[in-house]
């Protein structure tokens, strides 16, 4: 990284900062930023940080400051889970009862309990992962059997549009799920609803967010993925 490379990151990450209020935790989306880019925001004092590809995630820890707290937001294959479930702080987009299954497995085996968020599915979009409403009411009423497994709440992904209604209706939806869910079971514990990203966090922050994951307007555009 050049030196300006390094100021048009501070410039951008205090930007990005002031924008969001104290209660709301923000995740650096360092999916595809090289380690020196990390590197960089770490110096400034930032901490958390979210992947969503398995193989980068634990090529970057093994290389960067122990203290960093990694985000997992990408889609989790079962058959990963062991690789990041020694060091992961938060898995965000938990979307099957054997995803569930194979989590608490792995926990127990590290002697750690993982905290999770569940994925809703509240985006017109097919490919977008996760439970429905009636799913997740189903799943916290019956008794807990995954004693590893700690959930915070919830995660989703709004639509893909320009069109802030949809989005914000999006977002307001999955909000008073939240709502609900911590009402009838989460108790303290389940105090996070992670919502909203470089282009809709005012939205998602405005209908509840507690936790917003900001790629772009942190790093700048992405490079287009390789593969
Ligand atoms: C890439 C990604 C983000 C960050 O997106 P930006 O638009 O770059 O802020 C947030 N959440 C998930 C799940 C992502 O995959």
């Not at 770490?42 to 969503?52: D, I, P, Q, T």
Request: proline share 3%.
């Amino acid at each position: 990284m050049t030196e300006e490379e390094r100021v048009e990151l501070a410039a951008r990450y205090q930007t990005v900062r002031s924008g969001i209020p104290a209660h709301v935790t923000l995740v650096a989306v360092s999916k595809t930023r090289s380690v020196e880019e990390v590197q960089a925001l770490y110096e400034l004092g930032h901490r958390a940080f979210g992947e969503n590809y398995i193989q980068e995630l634990c090529e970057k820890q093994s290389r960067l400051p122990a203290d960093i707290e990694w985000h997992f937001i990408g889609h989790l294959q079962s058959n990963k889970v062991k690789q990041i479930a020694p060091f992961v702080h938060l898995i965000h987009g938990v979307d099957s009862i054997r995803l569930l299954d194979e989590l608490d497995k792995r926990a127990a085996q590290v002697g750690r309990v993982l905290e999770v968020l569940l994925q809703v599915h509240i985006a017109q979009e097919d490919t977008k992962h996760g439970f429905s409403a009636e799913e997740l009411l189903a799943l916290v009423e019956a008794p807990w059997r995954w004693q590893h497994v700690r959930i915070r709440g919830l995660m989703g992904m709004a639509t893909n549009t320009d069109d802030e209604a949809v989005v914000g209706m999006e977002f307001a939806v999955l909000a008073a799920l939240f709502q609900q869910l911590r009402d009838r079971s989460g108790g303290p514990a389940f105090d996070s609803l992670s919502m909203g990203m470089s282009g809709d966090a005012p939205l998602a922050i405005a209908a509840g967010s507690t936790l917003v994951r900001i790629g772009t307007a942190i790093f700048g555009e992405r490079p287009a993925k390789a593969s």
